[in-house]
């Protein structure tokens, strides 16, 4: 997914009092069939919700403006567009479970002629795929669907918001070592050390990300095992990347275990979908 750059002000004793309260809460699993996952991070609150909803809107206007104006924005009657759209229609319906704000959101879908391959959901339901995605990887619908689902899902965890809050706690963590350690000599090693601190979170979120992706595209009538067909695909794709622990994504091979290990809890959403 691709991260907004976006700046939000907190104050110490804020940060403190979220603490203190986190210390407190236990995450506990959303309720009814399917997967079991944690509530969202209560760190997100430390970002309002609204203000980076708002201001993502801003971006993704501008992002599409400036593919417009490059000829690269699908024009709403291209095929493939229409294609992603009327997944995403099947999907989205069921988003509610996992973020009741979702039925506010004004969700758009948008395809970018790129040759990467990449695709992401903003806050707020707005949602880009980049052709080379499909193009590149011949993607089947269900395939696409898996890619969808997993970018609504950072949207609805609310993923944004517990990196940025994790940022800005880790920032302050930063100063006050920094402060405390040789006045703020050493500042630039606990920079590098917060950062491979976070990469955990990370990788936490992509693996939420497929679950959650999972239970959407199966309540939608797509296949689950998809993603293992995609996430082979995507393996195949991308020789030469960074090993496991420096990367903020998991490993292609971990990722199909994962989806394996989750699959019998959506395969019969998929098939009450289909039936």
Partial sequence: MRMLNLTFKTSTASVIALLCLACNVHASDVPSDGVSVGKPSIFRNLVPAKQLEQQASLQYADMLQQASSQHALAPDKYPQAIRLRNIAAKIIPYSGKFNPRASQWQWEVNLIGSKQLNAFCMPGGKIVVYSGLIDSLKLTDDEIAIVLAHEIAHALREHARERMAKGELTQL??????????????????????????????????????????????????????????????????????????????????????IQRHLPEVIPLYERAKS
């Fill in 173 to 258: 963590g930063i100063s006050l070592l920094g402060q405390k350690f040789g006045d703020g000599r050493y500042t630039g090693l606990f920079q590098a050390g917060g950062s491979l601190l976070t990469l955990k979170f990370s990788r936490s979120d992509e693996t939420d990300a497929d679950i959650v992706g999972l239970e959407l595209s199966s309540r939608a009538g797509y296949d689950p095992r998809a993603g293992i067909t995609l996430w082979r695909k995507m393996t195949a794709n991308n020789h030469g990347a960074p090993p496991q622990w420096l990367s903020t994504h998991p490993s292609g091979q971990n990722r199909e275990k994962e």
